[in-house]
């Protein structure tokens, strides 16, 4: 049986909630909101719409207060709008971070981002950021020695996941709609 953690869905919601501001906005750095909003910063959330004065009007939040001037995403909004332990994300988001998934902004202007575009971050890489490996035992080992017989069941199966996993990336979660 394949189970992710609390953990794991947690930070696939932090990171699919980060990539649609990406797929809707287009957004990646300041300079873009800047660019796009010509020289005016302003709140970007899943349905904006630049105004002919150059600002960035939100019309339906996808986040309680949408992106601030920055780009950044608070930790706060996104577990309000997804019904999740705050404390719990900001742990996951921390993880996240220190392995070059996410980047934050400290202050009032602070919050998390996507350290990278959502298709050049794997599924598989956060997965194991947050899980840890997902084959232990024996018949995974290198030189370990298979006494239940279905060692190589065990190693094409192991080797199909991670071929799935490693194919998906961040983007695919926004392209995916479960439950609709």
Not at 78 to 98: D, G, T, W, Y
Not at 113 to 141: H, M, Q
Request: net charge positive.
């Amino acid at each position: 049986m394949f189970r992710l953690s609390q953990k794991a869905d947690y930070g696939l919601i932090l990171l699919s909630s980060l990539a649609k501001l990406h797929s809707v906005a287009g957004l990646h750095s300041r300079s873009e909101v800047k660019a796009i909003s010509g020289g005016h910063s302003g709140s970007v959330t899943d349905s904006s719409e630049i105004h002919p004065r150059g600002e960035v009007k939100a019309m339906s939040g996808l986040h309680p207060g949408g992106v601030n001037q920055a780009g950044y995403v608070s930790i706060s909004s996104v577990a309000a709008r997804h019904k999740l332990s705050p404390k719990f994300l900001s742990q996951i988001a921390r993880e996240l971070k220190e392995a070059g998934i996410l980047k934050s902004k400290e202050g009032v202007s602070g919050g998390y981002n996507l350290a990278k575009k959502p298709r050049e971050i794997k599924i598989i890489d956060v997965l194991n950021v947050l899980e840890g490996k997902f084959f232990e035992g024996r018949c995974f080992e290198e030189e370990g020695k298979c006494i239940c017989g279905a060692g190589i069941i065990w190693k094409d199966m192991k080797n199909q996941v991670e071929a799935v996993l490693g194919g998906k990336s961040v983007a695919d979660l926004v392209k995916s709609k479960p439950n609709s």
